[in-house]
């Protein structure tokens, strides 16, 4: 049994259901269900006893020592975190609270409970923490790629907790002995993706006739990573990783931000063409950029590639093209997610 925390969200319940689709071993997934845990995603397991769905948060020490003492995992990976730079700009407190906060009390709850494991079992237990190539800052252009040994230099409310996060991992690899593992990873895209982030906003907005918003001029370049890529890295990682390391997660993806918009309106025009038979890429709107926006990242895998022989399986054009055809076919989850909040959300950040 494992235990997986943020299980309901986009790359939470990705994992899930590549684990399940990959292994027989059990998974307890405690999700908050905040608007981006969407028990939707996880549909597909109702019925399925390998599969425990609690909702409660991280935050919540005693609730965590009674799951971990009641269902004995043998790992926690830990993907729960307020995860949207855009939003921690606007209210950055909730990000203080769960990615800093709530880590710590996820981490002694884990401590507590792993300290008192027999021998063989304290020896095996794992706990691997989820974070983001955002903490190690912003890159010009002809910068060399971040590497494990990056300086830690966050810009955003939300890279900073998640910095935060990162060293109270380390920390209680080194005071405790928590036996402990960290992922890095780049810009995560595919199925079950809440539509506040550029992809599925692109997709979504696309077929409802709205603007396509692009910060600034469109220019800012990121690292595309296959979420089913970034399952199979978290699995590797959890089966060899060596303990205390950090593992960068990258998709070798380097792309600007106007060069995604127009691929995805690009292929929408292939699969699901306007009705009045113009091109998507006439919706693009250009908005005022948003504070402090990092110009670009990029992520050096090679450790993960040669240590633990991890590559990504997709190009970002085989992806991308999953990942549309996954919207398309999805209408009804897509439409769901879609709440008054999240509308209301949309019109105050890209008015």
Known sequence: MILVTGGAGFIGANFVLDWLSHSNEPILTLDKLTYAGNVENLHSLQGDTRHTLVQGDIGDRDLVAQLLAQHQPRAVINFAAESHVDRSIHGPGDFIQTNIVGTFNLLEAVRGYWSGLPAADKAAFRFL??????????????????????HIEPNSPYSASKAASDHLVRAWHHTYGLPVLTTNCSNNYGPYHFPEKL???????????????VYGDGQQ???????????????????????GEVYNVGGWNEKANIDIVHTVCALLDELRPRADGRAYKEQITYVTDR???????????RKLESELGWKPAETFETGIRKTVQWYLDNPQWVAHVQSGAYRDWVQKQYA
């Open 291 to 301: 504070p402090g926006h990092d110009r670009r990242y990029a992520i050096d895998a």
């Open 199 to 213: 992809i599925p906003l692109l997709i979504v907005n696309s077929l409802a006739g709205k603007p396509l918003p």
């Open 129 to 150: 923490h989820v974070s983001t190539d955002e903490v190690y800052g912003s890159l010009a252009k002809d910068d060399p790629a971040f590497t494990e040994s990056s």
């Open 221 to 243: 370049i990121r690292d595309w990573l296959y979420v089913k890529d970034h399952c199979s890295a978290i699995r590797r990682v959890l089966e060899a990783g060596r303990l």
